[in-house]
């Protein structure tokens, strides 16, 4: 009774903590327009001349004729309600646009993350299981990864397998699962590279951590099969850092479209966000960015309430 | 107790095999890097900016030009030591930057009153959900595209990090038996903090710095590569690579490829320099326990 009334309270506490940063954010994002040098108004409108009663809407949804707190109020009144404004660029709903290029940049995300899942726990397994040699290797192999900027994994892709090799397009998202999937291998993995080599070297520790302790020695000594050890032991145990820096690093996918999406001509929120920040189309940059943050914290949160359910010794110290 | 002692051991012999030789390569790498930047209007054969449309996409390695040319003719090599200025000196403005606000935040935290640390902990968290990039984009948009905008987001976006760390270590520090009894004596909190504590904090504070560095690297490369970083005629290393990427397609990548390694080789430098002084760190700490 009492257990349960504490994790309760634990959680409420996280979502609550959840909910504030969002809205901080939130605020953040409200203030940039009001910090643009000149005239609000004129930054929403883009240089374009709309009739008054189309000025009277944004003055409104911006909330520009009060003061920053009321007019912050109007606004993520109108946000509250899933209703993100209009493109100062294209003159259209900000969630027809967002909408429209949502699902390639998911099939994209998803797509990154199988490839850095499956590789980067693959490797860190290799590794703690390999002998010496090939740990070696594989720690070269996944700092130098770690350490690799997508753009120059984009280069260096295009260069070798679009253009070198031929093997896969150069531009677009293709059209039909296998072309989607032929398209967006190039991008997917240049995106993965980093993600893997940061996963891979976080699980190489963790596992490493494990096999030195006594537990695994036990195991080992009764005669436990090694894929057994591996599995029960040392992957069972390694779960807590290895989840959360899966949830950071799918966090950090949805950012990471920006320069694949730009560089492979990608038409998704990713290559839109920065087209719309060079053209200061304000109401697109707000939007993406709340999307952005709410994505990092649904994803943080899912993973700090997931972690005690996968390790009991994560669970949050309850009071009697 | 008595197992993890050889354990203890063999990693220590581990790390100290790897260490050296990758190191000591990689400061000299810098080093290089440094100087490059430093002294690149004596060691560039050509102006930067020098086009010659008769010399265009030339490969490496062609008379005149030890590292090739661009699209418009102009000499990679003098390009890339030019870049290396602005590539170099704008992260490490954000880590200066951070480092201080870092510093202080985290201090305030760990040894201030209780309702500081709350409000700073809590803002440090929140700071958290925004990724650097992101906000260094938010930037560009309010001000427009340029270098100043982005490295004072970015410094913002990395004060967190720094402050997280310094607030745990000197919280760790301030439990320690010399801080008490200079406490004892009636020396103030503040001047322990600065005169005693942070010099010891400063090991730890160099090996994050040095990590940090990498990320303001990569951070404001990208934003050049996006066209939404340095604007012409100044460039760096992010611009060369985003000006060289219609070559790629043409089949001559190399004016891309070098400034992309550049990138890479520096950052990787950096990144073992940075755990080489971590782990230093980490040693000392279990040394004295």
């Keep these: 009774m009492t257990v349960r009334a504490g994790t309760t309270r634990w959680v409420l506490g996280r979502l609550a903590g959840a909910s504030g940063t969002v809205v901080v954010a939130s605020v953040v994002v409200y203030a940039a327009l009001q910090l643009v040098p000149g005239d609000p108004l004129a930054t929403l409108t883009g240089g374009k001349r709309l009739t008054e009663s189309q000025l009277d ?88 990864a770690a350490a690799t900027p997508p753009f120059v994994a984009v280069i260096v892709l295009l260069a070798v397998f679009s253009v070198g090799l031929g093997w896969f397009p150069v531009t677009g998202a293709g059209s039909g699962f296998l072309d989607r999937v032929w398209h967006l291998t190039l991008p997917a993995v240049a995106m993965a590279i980093a993600a893997f080599g940061v996963l891979a070297r976080v699980g190489q520790a963790a596992f490493a951590d494990q096999l030195r302790r006594e537990h695994v020695e036990v195991a080992r000594s009764r005669g436990v099969g090694r894929a057994a050890v591996l599995r029960r032991h040392v992957v069972r145990n390694s779960l807590g850092p290895v989840v959360t820096v899966v949830g950071l690093l799918l966090a950090s996918l949805f950012v990471g479209t920006a320069v694949v999406e730009t560089a492979f001509g990608i038409n998704g929120i990713g290559a839109f966000l920065v087209s719309s920040v060079s053209r200061q189309d304000f109401p697109v940059v707000q939007a993406v960015s709340l999307l952005a943050v709410v994505v990092f914290v649904v994803i943080s949160t899912a993973v700090d309430l997931l972690l005690p359910v996968l390790d009991p010794q994560l669970r949050p110290a309850v009071t009697r | 107790m008595t197992l993890t002692v050889p354990a203890l051991r063999a990693r220590r012999v581990r790390r100290n095999r790897r260490g050296p030789v990758a190191v000591v390569g990689a400061a000299v790498f810098l080093a290089v890097v440094v100087v490059a930047a430093v002294a690149a ?61 870092g510093v202080a935040v985290g201090l305030v935290a760990a040894r201030g009153p209780r309702w500081a640390d709350l409000l700073l902990s809590r803002t440090m968290d929140i700071a958290f959900a925004f990724p650097s990039l992101l906000l260094a984009m938010l930037a560009v948009a309010v001000f427009g595209a340029g270098l100043a905008a982005p490295m004072v987001a970015l410094s913002i976006a990395y004060t967190p990090f720094v402050g997280r760390v310094v607030r745990s270590l000197a919280v760790q520090e ?61 460039s760096d290393w992010g611009s060369m690579i985003a000006q060289a990427q219609p070559a790629i397609l043409q089949g001559l990548p190399a004016s891309a490829i070098v400034p992309g390694v550049t990138v890479l080789l520096t950052v990787i430098a950096v990144n073992l320099l940075g755990e080489h002084l971590g782990s230093s760190v980490g040693r000392t700490d279990r040394e004295r326990a």
Excluded: C
Excluded at chain 1, 118 to 130: N, P, Q, R
């Design chain 2, 174 to 234: 301030g439990s320690r038996a010399y801080v008490e009894s200079y406490a004892v004596m009636g020396f103030s909190t503040t001047w322990v903090t600065l005169r005693h504590l942070l010099p010891n904090l400063a090991p730890a504070l160099a090996a994050q710095a040095a990590l940090a560095f990498g990320y303001a690297l990569i951070d404001l490369a990208t934003l050049s590569f996006l066209g939404l970083g340095v604007r012409p005629p100044e």
């Design chain 1, 57 to 144: 809407v944004l003055r409104q949804t911006y909330g520009l004729d009060k003061g920053f707190v009321a007019g912050y109020l109007d606004w993520a009144g109108h946000v509250a309600r899933f209703d993100l404004g209009t493109s100062s660029v294209y003159q259209d709903s900000v969630n027809s646009l967002l909408a429209s290029r949502l699902p390639v940049s998911l099939a994209l995300i998803g797509y990154a993350a199988v490839v850095t899942v499956v590789l980067g726990l693959g490797v860190a397994v290799v590794s703690a299981v390999a002998g010496r040699r090939t740990a070696t290797l594989a720690t070269v192999l996944t700092s130098g």
């Design chain 2, 41 to 101: 209007p004596l060691l560039a054969p050509y102006s930067p900016d020098a086009t010659s449309l008769l010399d265009s996409l030339l490969p490496p390695g062609s008379p005149g030009h030890l590292l090739g040319t661009d699209s418009t003719g102009r000499d990679v090599l003098s390009r890339l030591l030019y870049g290396a200025r602005l590539s170099l000196l704008a992260p490490l403005g954000v880590v200066l930057a951070s480092t201080v606000l």
